[in-house]
């Protein structure tokens, strides 16, 4: 069983166009995320959910737009693409948000959406 | 915000050695310290995980310390074998609520057989 799925596997698109990657979690984690890793590898946290609540917005062009329809899935639509928006993206969950005073919480990654603007 | 530094950013290591892979962060609210391994290819996986309150912490062929008062953390993995080759990242996070995991830029290991 895949803990935390992801599609498109790939995406290639023209400049302007709209798309969506999505995202499913079966382990009852109940936080969420999404993230971009460039060119060279940098991982950076987008946005997160925690029960289908926004929680994490990093400073993301307003062209992001997540969307969380239950605590199991979170999507990610891209309006007008641009060529930076080239990358991976990976979606992870977590049993639970950084708590105050928590220990931390590991976070499962999924296998990524490669996408590449023309 | 949090700032996590990875040294060096490649490391190549003859099979059968031990490799050792240093990280820095800024933050010293910062608690959660996981290593993350990625494959070619494919989304990174956990594979030690320390936390503030213990100084180290070791799993089979990979150890992690921690030094809070210096403010770095390390990995390392002895017997390397060729399997290990990867980019390997260190992150940090902060005890605040709903607060981020912050990712070093990702150190690539090869593992010469």
């Known amino acids: 069983d895949t803990a935390v799925s992801q599609t498109p596997k790939y995406l290639v698109t023209q400049m302007g166009n709209d798309k969506s990657i999505k995202c499913e979690q079966n382990?009852?984690?109940?936080?969420m995320y999404w993230y971009k890793q460039d060119s060279k590898k940098f991982l950076k946290i987008m946005f997160s959910y925690n029960n289908k609540e926004l929680i994490i917005n990093e400073t993301v062009p307003n062209r992001f737009s997540p969307k969380s329809p239950d605590k199991a899935h979170l999507n990610l639509h891209i309006n007008s693409l641009e060529l930076g928006d080239s990358a991976v993206y990976f979606c992870?969950?977590?049993?639970?948000?950084?708590?105050?005073?928590?220990?931390?919480?590991?976070?499962?990654f999924g296998p990524g959406t490669r996408l590449l603007v023309l | 915000g949090e700032n996590v530094e990875q040294h060096p950013s490649t490391l190549s290591v003859q099979e059968g050695d031990s490799a050792v892979i240093k990280c820095t962060y800024s933050d010293s609210a910062s608690n959660y310290f996981p290593w993350y391994k990625q494959e070619l290819g494919k989304g990174p996986q956990l594979i030690i995980d320390i936390r503030s309150n213990v100084g180290e912490k070791k799993d089979q062929r990979i150890a992690v310390t921690l030094n809070k008062t210096a403010k770095h953390f390390s990995l390392h993995i002895t017997e390397t074998q060729p399997e290990d080759s990867a980019v390997y990242f260190c992150a940090a996070q902060n005890t605040g609520a709903n607060s981020k995991l912050t990712f070093g830029k990702g150190i690539t290991l090869s593992v010469r057989p």
């Open positions: 382990l009852g984690h109940d936080t």
């Open positions: 992870a969950s977590s049993q639970l948000p950084s708590l105050a005073g928590g220990p931390g919480e590991t976070q499962y």
